[in-house]
């Protein structure tokens, strides 16, 4: 059973500029969720969307968004570029929402590096 | 003062060691996950518990709810351990909340 896979997994961006990224789930997780990590804040909460509708959204600018598509396929994009949005993003998926105590799986996360 | 306060926030061992990570909360939670995740990035999920114990070959993870305290037991440790190990809770409608990992590094 292929695990989940974000792409890309490695992409330099300028500032101002806009980035998408994506994430496929392990086949029937419903949800997905979305995170930033960066040295000096660690594991933080972007978004969660299960079954196409965001269930929960943590505490960042509108510049961050998501969505998921039928398929449960989800992208992020983050517009307008800051150099510190520089960071890992990470994607996991889970049977049922991933707060309901579900196993979470994660993806091997995006590398994004603004300058 | 976070929600999900993990210690040590360093720790290294000799191989062969017994290590102890703790977690501490301050919320009602409805699981605890523990999490591995090695340079690189990529993070495994190690064990969600919502109460008592759970093994998995040299790990040992357990929880008292009351207390609201969580502690990963390393066994035998290996430099293949060497990682950092993130406690995260979960609460109901709610989003996860991480704490801010626990370094180990494990000599030979």
């Known amino acids: 059973k292929a695990g989940v896979t974000q792409t890309p997994r490695y992409l330099i961006k300028t500032r101002g500029q806009q980035v998408t990224l994506s994430c496929s789930p392990i086949s029937g997780h419903r949800s997905v969720s979305w995170y930033q990590q960066t040295p000096g804040q660690g594991l933080q909460f972007l978004f969660e969307?299960?079954?196409?509708?965001?269930?929960n959204k943590g505490n960042f600018p509108g510049r961050f968004s998501g969505r998921q598509f039928s398929n449960s396929r989800s992208e992020m994009n983050v517009s307008t570029l800051e150099l510190g949005d520089s960071a890992l993003y990470l994607c996991a998926s889970s049977l049922a929402a991933a707060n309901s105590g579900n196993t979470i799986y994660f993806g091997e996360g995006s590398w994004l590096t603004v300058v | 003062k976070n929600e999900v306060e993990q210690s040590p926030q360093n720790l290294t061992a000799q191989e062969g060691e017994f290590i102890t990570i703790n977690c501490s909360y301050s919320v009602g939670i409805s699981a605890l996950h523990w999490l591995q995740q090695h340079p690189g990035g990529g993070i495994v999920s190690l064990f969600m518990?919502?109460?008592g114990k759970k093994k998995h070959g040299r790990l040992i993870a357990t929880i008292n709810i009351q207390e609201k305290h969580s502690s990963l037991h390393i066994t035998a440790s290996h430099p293949r351990d060497s990682a950092v190990y993130i406690c995260a809770v979960s609460r109901n409608t709610d989003k996860l909340i991480f704490g801010t990992g626990t370094r180990l590094q494990v000599f030979p």
């Open positions: 518990l919502s109460s």
């Open positions: 969307y299960f079954s196409e509708t965001q269930r």
